[in-house]
């Protein structure tokens, strides 16, 4: 079945314990992003990956890092997490870059950092 | 810097009351139009793109349509399992392919 796999889907952490989120797809997709959702805000864009080795910054990377060594696979990392970071993160992926075609989702990971 | 705001940003019908949801869009240049559905604690489903003004897409009982300004998402005859989060998100042609969304509507379907 073609997905996009996130993992934890919950973690409750305390602020500055490092963290890594995954996010796998095996739908040989080339682009992947994560977004963060949060209640009236919306889904806003942390970071992007055109293709393996090319990632950059979304709207609101502070804080996150994140890496893409191979195409199925983009991590994303809180190296020193804090309590603004509580949040609904979701891997979004899309077959090819500059194309129109839609986004598919994870189903999310909730983060709460204490 | 594009913006979406969609309304209501809640709605409650009865099963069977047609309604529409809107999605009012600001981009420099718009590349594609996407209407998502999100169940809770679920990441958003993808239902349909929009490239163009005039532009319509139906399946089951929803239907998008595109103009300049605005999409509408038409539900028809709905069900209670047509309950959930629908997102609008506009992609302007950037480089990052970001999506911007707007915050939602929440659609309650009681039978």
């Known amino acids: 079945e073609a997905q996009v796999t996130q993992n934890p889907r919950y973690l409750i952490t305390v602020t500055g314990k490092k963290l890594t989120v995954t996010c796998s797809q095996n739908m040989n997709h080339e682009y992947m992003s994560w977004y963060r959702q949060d209640p009236g805000l919306g889904l806003r864009q942390i970071y992007y990956?055109?293709?393996?080795?090319?990632?950059d910054k979304g709207d609101v990377p502070e804080g996150y890092k994140v890496s893409r060594k191979e195409k199925r696979n983009f991590p994303l990392i809180l190296e020193s997490p804090s309590p603004n970071q509580t949040s609904l993160y979701f891997c979004?992926?899309?077959?090819?870059?500059?194309?129109?075609?839609?986004?598919?989702f994870g189903d999310g990971t909730r983060l709460s950092i204490l | 810097e594009d913006q979406v705001t969609q309304s209501p940003e809640a709605l409650r019908l009865q099963e069977g009351e047609s309604s529409s949801l809107n999605c009012s869009y600001t981009v420099s240049g718009l590349r594609g139009l996407f209407w998502y559905r999100q169940d809770p604690g679920k990441g958003p489903e993808f239902l349909f793109t929009?490239?163009?003004a005039g532009e319509e897409k139906e399946k089951e009982r929803l239907k998008a349509t595109l103009t300049k300004k605005e999409s509408f998402l038409h539900i028809t005859a709905p069900k209670p399992e047509d309950s959930a989060t629908y997102l609008c998100?506009?992609?302007?042609?950037?480089?990052?392919?970001?999506?911007?969304f707007g915050k939602g509507t929440l659609l309650t379907v009681n039978p």
């Open positions: 990956s055109m293709n393996v080795e090319v990632t």
């Open positions: 979004a992926s899309m077959p090819q870059v500059y194309s129109n075609q839609p986004q598919h």
């Open positions: 929009l490239y163009s």
């Open positions: 998100a506009v992609h302007s042609g950037g480089s990052n392919y970001k999506l911007t």
